[in-house]
Antibody, heavy 116, light 113 residues
Framework: EVQLVESGGGLVQPGRSLKLSCAAS????????MAWVRQAPKKGLEWVAT????????YYPDSVKGRFTISRDNAKSSLYLQMNSLKSEDTATYYC?????????WGQGVMVTVSS | DIVMTQSPFSLAVSEGEMVTINCKSS????????????LAWYQQKPGQSPKLLIY???TRQSGVPDRFIGSGSGTDFTLTISDVQAEDLADYYC?????????FGAGTKLELK
């Protein structure tokens, strides 16, 4: 059974940093692109980042480019999102997702609140 | 960036009715290489993660009831739910994964009339 479990969320002040983790199991992690998607409270879904199988290629929307960094450790079947220079508009639930034909499997999400 | 225009914003239905949700992309999502449309549909119930219903515009994910039907090609796509059940009340989103940045539609809230 595919499982994705996010961790690392919490309350952080504007301008500070936070690192999210996603532990994957139930599939060969190194064979899949992985992604982060977020959802602000009562809002829609926003794709945040994608990383290739080896980690050599990464993709971001303009809203987070230069502030967020996606990475992975295939030996540990883990995905990460380093978030720097956080803003109030980054407040959201962050989901880890496995990319295949589409983003077919999602974690339960982790809440990040950016507030002073 | 590809803009996804999803409609309607909300829909009130009775059990047993059929509903359609539309998604229009600002550019074609059809790959000339494999003739697949890179359009997916998701269902999200309150307090839950999104669940993939349809990928490649019309392929139903394993375990998804056959009352969920995806159709369309190029720039115009539709999710049809026939014989709506109470358990189908949720938010629905389309996603284009043809090119980065990936973009979602704004969502459609399916409510009980």
């Amino acid at each position: 059974e595919v499982q994705l479990v996010e961790s690392g969320g919490g309350l952080v002040q504007p301008g500070r940093s936070l690192k999210l983790s996603c532990a994957a199991s139930g599939f060969t992690f190194s064979n899949y692109y992985m992604a982060w998607v977020r959802q602000a409270p009562k809002k829609g879904l926003e794709w945040v980042a994608t990383i290739s199988t080896s980690g050599s290629r990464t993709y971001y929307p303009d809203s987070v480019k230069g502030r967020f960094t996606i990475s992975r450790d295939n030996a540990k079947s883990s995905l990460y999102l380093q978030m720097n220079s956080l803003k109030s508009e980054d407040t959201a639930t962050y989901y880890c997702a496995r990319q295949g034909a589409a983003m077919g499997y999602w974690g339960q999400g982790v809440m990040v609140t950016v507030s002073s | 960036d590809i803009v996804m225009t999803q409609s309607p914003f909300s829909l009130a239905v009775s059990e047993g009715e059929m509903v359609t949700i539309n998604c229009k992309s600002s550019q074609s999502l059809l790959s000339s290489g494999n003739q697949k449309n890179y359009l997916a549909w998701y269902q999200q119930k309150p307090g839950q993660s999104p669940k993939l219903l349809i990928y490649y515009a019309s392929t139903r994910q394993s375990g998804v009831p056959d009352r969920f039907i995806g159709s369309g090609s190029g720039t115009d796509f539709t999710l049809t739910i026939s014989d709506v059940q109470a358990e189908d009340l949720a938010d629905y989103y389309c996603l284009q994964h043809y090119s980065y940045p990936y973009t979602f539609g704004a969502g459609t809230k399916l409510e009980l009339k």
